[in-house]
């Protein structure tokens, strides 16, 4: 048990989140009495050197040591990652032969100049006076040593000159490296702070009827919040009539029950949440709008089903376009299409062999799935056996998408690509790879999530080409042509990876957000960032409302931020 509780807490540092999720799960580690509110940031870095110290003091001591005054510095730490305590024993004893045959050679080499210290000290005394006359000449013209050292530098420099001005010519793609500093940020008046819950918000959207935002939380609710048309820089908290709670464990004495996941239907009537406790959940909402005022007063959410059958966590749920069917996909290996109006399973698949980590809507009766297993399922209700299968990636598929569409299918993985699919094929069509960069802290460059622009024939934004964008935890955005299927242009102005991605609705603009608390709208004509905002916590996910004037973005610091975004 103990060491499951280490790997849950290692992995998400490794960049595996869903194997900590599935562990974790596995491990029934979150009956775990200890709170895991109370461990302090950097409490596993810590606990790490601590067994590295406590395993390089074992090899250095033996049963016969008495002396602790011990250089320990001659082991690695790959040495000790890699090797057990015997043979880090024996390493070490080699390293103290080795060190005292030094140390006898020098003691010869001080017995041997002793001897010759006299004949030494009568030979200085005939070179005092030469050194006086030296260092007299010295004064006026410089050593031959100091001329080469003067010229080496001198060519130190041009050489660095050189590698800066003759350096290798840049790849032929219009790669964005902006910096935060030189944008444009957004005024305390366009912001907006929507405090309330108790716990990281994961995931929030806005409702595509209104001025709703609905959000979710490790705090075993979600929210729906009303906010003005106008962003007036003030923060709205629980307790005005504006905010709705919708309470997942009814019980006090129930542990918590994270609200992972998140979706409205097609005209904002109904909200689906998926939770730890396996269970879907459909809210009514009614809004009641008052003439010449900001606000629209919200009544209380009512519950309409309680959708019972999966046996993990749910981590994706969506409706289908019509809003007759409810998708979701569990950490179970299954994925359920629910009947919306008899609050009843319509069909269950169970194909994969590890977490189904997403699922996407293809058409009213047809979706993709994506899972640990490294595969990609298309299913129709109705039929027994999936209609395609796709497989090529070498690690967990952690997003699927279809185009506007429904012709390309987009998905990403931990092995650091982006692959498109099509029905007409049995491989894939577009194989996009490019994220490389590694971090310093966490060396994981896998995507994420990818996103598909609003663009493209058949939408109606036809005039402007179809992208997709990426974002991998090695902290970049990449935009790819889909039809040719090259890389038009990587956008650089993240420090930490990158959680959350999101088209405006004109696809124009690119919203990206990342755990180095920074939300960026990058202009997808300019290539370049046109409003930043820092906030207090890590981005989780980010949103647009269907004007395209406004972004939620949900954080770690238990908030949800509204910023207006009116160009």
């Known amino acids: 048990m103990f060491l499951c509780r280490f790997n849950v807490l290692l992995f998400p540092l490794a960049g595996f989140t869903h194997s900590a999720f599935a562990l974790g799960y596995e491990a029934g580690i979150n009956k775990c009495p200890v709170d895991g509110n109370l461990v302090p940031p950097g409490a596993l870095v810590t606990f790490v050197q601590k067994g590295l110290q406590y395993l390089e003091m074992e090899a250095n001591l033996s049963n016969s040591d008495t002396d602790l005054e011990e250089d320990f510095s001659s082991l690695q730490p ?56 030296r260092e007299k000449q010295s004064k006026d013209h410089p050593t031959s040593r100091e001329m080469v050292l003067n010229k080496q530098d001198k060519v130190d420099v041009r050489l660095r000159a050189n590698d800066i001005s003759n350096g290798p010519e840049p790849m032929e793609m219009d790669i964005s490296s902006t910096s935060p500093s030189q944008t444009c940020g957004f005024p305390s008046s366009d912001v907006m702070i929507l405090e309330g819950h108790t716990s990281e918000v994961c995931s ?72 730890y406790d396996g269970q879907a959940r459909i809210w009514s909402t009614t809004v009641l709008y008052l003439k010449h005022v900001f606000w629209c007063y919200l009544c209380p959410g009512e519950l309409r089903s309680s959708l019972r059958k999966h046996k993990g966590p749910i981590l994706s749920i969506e409706w289908n376009k019509k809003g007759d069917y409810l998708l979701t996909g569990s950490c179970d290996t299954t994925s359920i299409v629910w009947d919306v109006k008899a ?113 493209g024939s058949g939408t109606n934004n036809s005039n402007q080409p179809l992208l997709l964008a990426s974002a991998s935890f090695d902290s970049t955005v990449k935009l790819w042509d889909v039809e040719i299927g090259k890389l038009l242009c990587s956008f650089d102005g993240h420090s930490d990876s990158l959680y959350a991605l999101a088209f405006s609705p004109n696809g124009e603009y690119l919203a990206s957000g990342s755990l180095d608390k920074r939300l960026h709208v990058w202009s997808v004509k300019e290539r370049k960032i046109v409003k930043t905002y820092i906030g207090n916590g890590s981005i989780f996910d980010v949103s647009w409302n269907k004007e395209g004037d406004r972004i939620a973005a949900s954080t770690s610091n238990n908030t949800v931020c509204v910023l207006d975004f009116r160009m």
């Open 204 to 275: 929030c959207a806005w409702s595509p009827a209104g001025s709703l935002i609905a959000s979710g939380s490790g705090d075993s609710t979600a929210r729906i919040w009303t906010v003005a048309d106008r962003v007036v820089g003030t923060t709205l908290q629980n307790g005005s009539p504006n905010v709705v709670i919708l309470k997942h464990v009814m019980c006090e004495t129930v542990d918590h029950e994270d609200v992972t996941t998140l979706d409205w239907n097609g005209n904002g009537t109904l909200l689906a949440t998926g939770s």
């Open 78 to 133: 790959l040495d000790l990652i890699t090797k057990d305590v015997y043979a880090l024993r024996q390493m070490i004893k080699e390293k103290r032969k080795n060190q005292q045959r030094c140390t006898d050679n020098e003691c010869g080499r001080e017995h041997e100049g002793q001897r010759q210290t006299k004949e030494k000290e009568s030979v200085k005394e005939r070179e005092k006076e030469k050194d006086k006359q």
């Open 343 to 455: 609050g009843a399973v319509k069909q269950q698949f169970q194909f994969h062999s590890g977490p189904t980590l997403d699922v996407d809507w293809r058409d009213n009766v047809s979706f993709a799935t994506s899972s640990s297993d490294r595969t990609i399922y298309v299913c129709k209700i109705g039929e027994t056996l999936p209609i395609k299968t796709f497989s090529g990636h070498k690690g967990e598929v952690n997003c699927v998408k279809w185009d506007p569409t429904g012709s390309l299918l987009a998905t990403c993985s931990d092995d650091k690509t982006a692959k498109i699919w099509s029905m007409k094929h049995q491989t894939y069509v577009h194989n996009f790879v490019g994220h490389e960069k590694v971090l310093p802290i966490f060396p994981a460059e896998e995507i994420y999530t990818i996103r598909w622009s609003p663009t």
